[in-house]
């Protein structure tokens, strides 16, 4: 079992950046994601990489806006978020997982979540 922690988050006017962070207690299992909720809004996918070959995949709405790297020698994968807008208001989360077909799909294990609030 992984435990995740997430830190980072904040509120940030339009067109600025964050920088997510996700620490796990150890090596993480295949893939790691983050995911994002807003209030009265189903969980959604944001992006996601993988541990080992550095696969990434991006939800359409944050393509070219975010950036999710990892940091194998501190088990901590970041998600730079640049240019935000307000509808990137939500609570972020991370997530780990084996790898799937469809690398969107979340994995078995979820840190508590980070807010992130995008307002003028």
């Known amino acids: 079992q992984v435990q995740l922690v997430e830190s980072g988050g904040g509120l940030v006017r339009p067109g600025g950046s964050l920088t997510l962070s996700c620490a796990a207690s150890?090596?993480?299992?295949?893939?790691v994601g983050w995911y994002r909720q807003a209030p009265g809004k189903e969980r959604e996918f944001v992006a996601v990489?993988?541990?080992?070959?550095?696969?990434?995949l991006y939800a359409d709405s944050v393509k070219g806006r975010f950036t999710i790297s990892r940091d194998n020698a501190k088990n901590t994968v970041y998600l730079q978020m640049n240019s935000l807008k307000p509808e990137d208001t939500a609570v972020y989360y991370c997530?780990?997982?084996?790898?799937?077909?469809?690398?969107?799909?979340?994995?078995?294990?979820w840190g508590q979540g980070t807010q992130v609030t995008v307002s003028a």
């Open positions: 997530n780990s997982g084996m790898i799937r077909p469809n690398l969107a799909v979340p994995g078995n294990y």
């Open positions: 990489i993988t541990w080992s070959g550095s696969s990434t």
């Open positions: 150890k090596i993480p299992f295949g893939r």
